[in-house]
Protein backbone atom coordinates (compact mmCIF):
# COMPACT_ATOMS: atom_id res chain seq x y z
CA UNK A 1 0.00 0.00 0.00
CA UNK A 2 1.38 3.64 -0.72
CA UNK A 3 0.10 6.39 0.87
CA UNK A 4 0.72 10.61 -0.45
CA UNK A 5 1.23 12.92 2.27
CA UNK A 6 0.07 15.92 0.79
CA UNK A 7 1.69 19.10 1.10
CA UNK A 8 -0.88 22.43 0.37
CA UNK A 9 0.81 26.23 0.59
CA UNK A 10 0.88 26.68 4.57
CA UNK A 11 1.23 22.58 5.55
CA UNK A 12 4.36 22.45 7.87
CA UNK A 13 3.95 18.98 9.10
CA UNK A 14 4.24 16.70 6.12
CA UNK A 15 7.66 16.14 6.90
CA UNK A 16 7.55 14.64 10.40
CA UNK A 17 4.66 12.96 9.35
CA UNK A 18 6.13 11.11 6.02
CA UNK A 19 9.26 10.17 9.12
CA UNK A 20 6.61 9.05 10.96
CA UNK A 21 4.98 6.53 8.82
CA UNK A 22 8.73 5.08 7.24
CA UNK A 23 9.70 4.25 10.79
CA UNK A 24 6.20 2.60 10.85
CA UNK A 25 6.52 0.21 7.66
CA UNK A 26 4.40 2.69 5.39
CA UNK A 27 5.81 3.14 2.48
CA UNK A 28 4.30 6.59 1.59
CA UNK A 29 5.70 10.19 -0.54
CA UNK A 30 4.96 13.95 0.32
CA UNK A 31 2.95 15.27 -2.88
CA UNK A 32 2.25 18.92 -3.83
CA UNK A 33 -1.40 19.04 -4.18
CA UNK A 34 -1.36 20.21 -7.69
CA UNK A 35 0.87 17.10 -8.31
CA UNK A 36 -1.86 14.40 -6.70
CA UNK A 37 -2.91 11.42 -8.94
CA UNK A 38 -5.32 9.58 -6.88
CA UNK A 39 -4.71 6.37 -8.85
CA UNK A 40 -0.95 6.11 -7.79
CA UNK A 41 -2.20 6.08 -4.16
CA UNK A 42 -3.88 3.58 -1.78
CA UNK A 43 -4.22 5.48 1.02
CA UNK A 44 -3.82 9.82 2.20
CA UNK A 45 -2.87 11.53 4.75
CA UNK A 46 -3.57 15.38 5.42
CA UNK A 47 -1.02 16.45 7.92
CA UNK A 48 -1.04 19.70 10.30
CA UNK A 49 -0.25 23.21 9.60
CA UNK A 50 -1.74 26.43 8.42
CA UNK A 51 -3.32 25.43 4.98
CA UNK A 52 -3.27 28.31 2.65
CA UNK A 53 -2.73 30.74 6.18
CA UNK A 54 -5.93 29.48 7.22
CA UNK A 55 -8.01 32.06 5.96
CA UNK A 56 -11.76 32.20 6.29
CA UNK A 57 -11.49 29.22 8.56
CA UNK A 58 -9.30 26.73 9.52
CA UNK A 59 -8.64 24.69 6.32
CA UNK A 60 -11.79 25.95 4.30
CA UNK A 61 -10.15 27.44 1.38
CA UNK A 62 -7.80 24.06 0.73
CA UNK A 63 -11.39 21.95 1.87
CA UNK A 64 -12.38 23.46 -1.78
CA UNK A 65 -9.84 22.40 -4.59
CA UNK A 66 -9.62 20.17 -6.95
CA UNK A 67 -7.58 17.90 -5.10
CA UNK A 68 -9.78 17.19 -2.28
CA UNK A 69 -12.34 16.14 -4.89
CA UNK A 70 -9.82 13.44 -6.57
CA UNK A 71 -9.82 12.65 -2.26
CA UNK A 72 -13.45 12.42 -1.87
CA UNK A 73 -13.32 9.88 -4.98
CA UNK A 74 -10.74 8.13 -3.47
CA UNK A 75 -12.96 7.58 0.23
CA UNK A 76 -15.99 6.98 -1.75
CA UNK A 77 -14.02 4.02 -3.26
CA UNK A 78 -13.45 2.79 0.61
CA UNK A 79 -9.60 4.12 0.53
CA UNK A 80 -8.15 5.29 3.76
CA UNK A 81 -8.00 9.11 4.25
CA UNK A 82 -6.21 10.18 7.63
CA UNK A 83 -6.48 13.84 8.62
CA UNK A 84 -4.35 15.55 11.18
CA UNK A 85 -4.83 18.53 13.09
CA UNK A 86 -5.10 20.98 10.51
CA UNK A 87 -5.80 17.78 8.00
CA UNK A 88 -9.29 17.32 10.49
CA UNK A 89 -10.43 20.56 9.95
CA UNK A 90 -9.56 20.08 6.12
CA UNK A 91 -11.81 17.49 6.01
CA UNK A 92 -14.62 18.24 8.31
CA UNK A 93 -14.51 21.65 6.05
CA UNK A 94 -15.05 19.19 2.65
CA UNK A 95 -17.82 17.29 4.08
CA UNK A 96 -15.67 14.49 4.41
CA UNK A 97 -16.49 14.07 8.14
CA UNK A 98 -19.74 15.54 9.85
CA UNK A 99 -19.57 18.34 12.52
CA UNK A 100 -16.98 21.36 12.84
CA UNK A 101 -14.23 22.59 14.73
CA UNK A 102 -14.73 25.53 16.26
CA UNK A 103 -12.25 28.07 18.29
CA UNK A 104 -10.77 26.88 21.40
CA UNK A 105 -12.92 27.57 24.39
CA UNK A 106 -10.61 29.62 26.08
CA UNK A 107 -9.84 31.60 22.84
CA UNK A 108 -6.17 30.59 22.74
CA UNK A 109 -3.47 28.44 21.06
CA UNK A 110 -2.47 25.03 22.98
CA UNK A 111 0.23 23.18 22.88
CA UNK A 112 0.41 20.03 25.31
CA UNK A 113 0.85 16.64 25.66
CA UNK A 114 -2.44 15.00 25.94
CA UNK A 115 -3.73 11.54 27.06
CA UNK A 116 -6.68 10.22 24.59
CA UNK A 117 -8.71 7.07 25.13
CA UNK A 118 -9.70 4.77 22.22
CA UNK A 119 -13.69 4.45 21.61
CA UNK A 120 -13.84 2.73 18.76
CA UNK A 121 -11.87 -0.19 17.09
CA UNK A 122 -13.43 -0.68 14.13
CA UNK A 123 -11.33 2.07 11.94
CA UNK A 124 -8.30 1.99 9.54
CA UNK A 125 -5.78 3.29 12.18
CA UNK A 126 -7.62 1.54 15.51
CA UNK A 127 -8.53 -1.69 14.46
CA UNK A 128 -6.51 -4.41 16.24
CA UNK A 129 -5.25 -1.85 18.79
CA UNK A 130 -4.44 -3.44 22.19
CA UNK A 131 -3.67 -0.03 23.94
CA UNK A 132 -7.03 1.37 24.91
CA UNK A 133 -5.03 5.20 26.25
CA UNK A 134 -2.37 6.96 24.06
CA UNK A 135 -0.52 9.77 24.76
CA UNK A 136 0.24 12.21 21.97
CA UNK A 137 0.40 16.47 21.59
CA UNK A 138 -1.66 18.53 20.44
CA UNK A 139 -0.88 22.35 18.68
CA UNK A 140 -4.54 24.12 17.60
CA UNK A 141 -6.77 27.22 18.06
CA UNK A 142 -9.19 25.35 16.40
CA UNK A 143 -9.64 22.28 17.79
CA UNK A 144 -13.34 22.37 19.51
CA UNK A 145 -15.22 19.32 17.77
CA UNK A 146 -18.92 20.52 17.63
CA UNK A 147 -21.81 18.91 16.31
CA UNK A 148 -25.43 19.37 17.19
CA UNK A 149 -26.51 15.78 17.55
CA UNK A 150 -24.89 14.14 20.55
CA UNK A 151 -26.28 10.77 19.85
CA UNK A 152 -24.55 10.99 16.63
CA UNK A 153 -21.04 12.72 17.80
CA UNK A 154 -20.58 9.67 20.46
CA UNK A 155 -21.07 7.34 17.55
CA UNK A 156 -18.38 8.57 15.18
CA UNK A 157 -16.27 9.72 17.86
CA UNK A 158 -12.49 7.48 18.05
CA UNK A 159 -10.50 9.29 20.32
CA UNK A 160 -11.84 11.24 23.81
CA UNK A 161 -9.28 13.18 26.14
CA UNK A 162 -8.64 11.40 29.27
CA UNK A 163 -6.48 11.08 32.06
CA UNK A 164 -3.87 8.59 32.05
CA UNK A 165 -6.12 6.28 32.89
CA UNK A 166 -8.78 6.43 30.30
CA UNK A 167 -11.29 8.38 32.57
CA UNK A 168 -13.06 10.54 30.19
CA UNK A 169 -13.93 13.99 32.47
CA UNK A 170 -14.27 17.67 31.74
CA UNK A 171 -11.19 18.57 33.60
CA UNK A 172 -9.15 17.37 30.95
CA UNK A 173 -10.68 18.33 28.46
CA UNK A 174 -8.15 21.13 26.76
CA UNK A 175 -10.82 22.73 24.30
CA UNK A 176 -14.17 22.57 25.01
CA UNK A 177 -14.88 19.78 22.83
CA UNK A 178 -18.69 17.84 23.43
CA UNK A 179 -17.99 14.61 24.77
CA UNK A 180 -14.07 15.43 25.23
CA UNK A 181 -13.88 14.47 21.65
CA UNK A 182 -10.19 14.18 19.90
CA UNK A 183 -10.90 12.63 16.92
CA UNK A 184 -13.80 11.06 14.30
CA UNK A 185 -14.37 8.72 11.76
CA UNK A 186 -17.08 7.52 9.09
CA UNK A 187 -19.48 5.17 9.64
CA UNK A 188 -17.30 2.89 7.59
CA UNK A 189 -14.41 3.75 9.34
CA UNK A 190 -12.08 4.72 6.58
CA UNK A 191 -11.84 8.57 7.09
CA UNK A 192 -10.39 9.70 10.05
CA UNK A 193 -9.56 12.79 11.47
CA UNK A 194 -8.17 13.95 14.77
CA UNK A 195 -6.30 17.04 16.58
CA UNK A 196 -3.80 14.74 18.21
CA UNK A 197 -0.36 14.45 16.02
CA UNK A 198 0.51 10.71 16.16
CA UNK A 199 3.40 11.57 13.97
CA UNK A 200 5.34 13.55 17.05
CA UNK A 201 4.69 10.36 19.30
CA UNK A 202 6.39 8.27 16.97
CA UNK A 203 9.87 8.54 18.18
CA UNK A 204 11.05 8.05 21.61
CA UNK A 205 13.72 11.14 21.46
CA UNK A 206 10.84 13.49 21.05
CA UNK A 207 8.16 11.67 23.51
CA UNK A 208 8.16 12.51 26.79
CA UNK A 209 8.14 9.03 28.73
CA UNK A 210 10.42 7.55 25.20
CA UNK A 211 6.41 6.46 24.34
CA UNK A 212 5.32 6.10 20.98
CA UNK A 213 1.90 5.61 20.90
CA UNK A 214 1.43 7.27 17.78
CA UNK A 215 3.13 4.51 15.65
CA UNK A 216 0.78 2.17 17.05
CA UNK A 217 -2.06 4.32 14.94
CA UNK A 218 0.06 4.88 11.95
CA UNK A 219 1.23 1.42 11.47
CA UNK A 220 -2.70 1.02 11.31
CA UNK A 221 -2.12 2.42 7.31
CA UNK A 222 0.75 -0.66 6.62
CA UNK A 223 -2.22 -3.42 7.73
Known amino acids: MKTAVIKFPGTTCEIDVLKALKEAGVESNIVGYKDFDPDKFNAV?????????DYLRAGSIAANTE?????KE???????VLGICNGFQILVESGLLRGALLPNLKMRFISKWVYVKVVRFDTAITKGLEKKVLRMPI????????LDNLEEAEKLAVFKYSDEKGNVKEEVNPNGSILNIAGIANEEGNVIGLMPHPERASFKLTSPDSQ???????RGLRK
Do not use: C, Q, W
Open 74 to 80: MANEGKI
Open 139 to 146: AHAEGRYY
Open 45 to 53: VIPGGFSFG
Open 212 to 218: TDGLLLL
Open 67 to 71: TMKKI
